[in-house]
């Protein structure tokens, strides 16, 4: 189910839409398949933000167990 929104947008994004939508698909069409896309993206980039940080996090928590390790080893020479 749909619900009916009011947008009050520039004549000059309105001729892009426009044009870019051509004569077989609505504006409003075109908004909310631009919307859906732009949603999708963002909750990618979120979520990928979040594996960053957790990898980051597990670099950093092996790295520093990499360093201890490495001060109980005789040294080469």
Same mark, same amino acid.
């Given at each position: 189910?749909?619900?009916k929104t009011s947008v009050t947008l $520039?004549?000059? *994004? %309105?001729a892009g /839409?426009? =044009? %870019?939508?051509?004569?077989h *698909? $609505? =504006?409003s069409a075109f908004i909310e398949d631009v919307l859906r896309k732009y949603?999708?993206?963002e909750e990618r980039a979120r979520r990928n933000a979040r594996e960053i940080e957790l990898l980051n996090r597990a670099a950093d928590e092996l790295g520093a167990e /990499? %360093?201890?390790t490495l001060d109980y080893q005789a040294p080469w020479d």
């Open positions: 189910m749909k619900e $520039s004549p000059e *994004v %309105l /839409i426009d =044009r %870019l939508a051509g004569e *698909v $609505s =504006r949603l999708k993206n /990499i %360093l201890d």
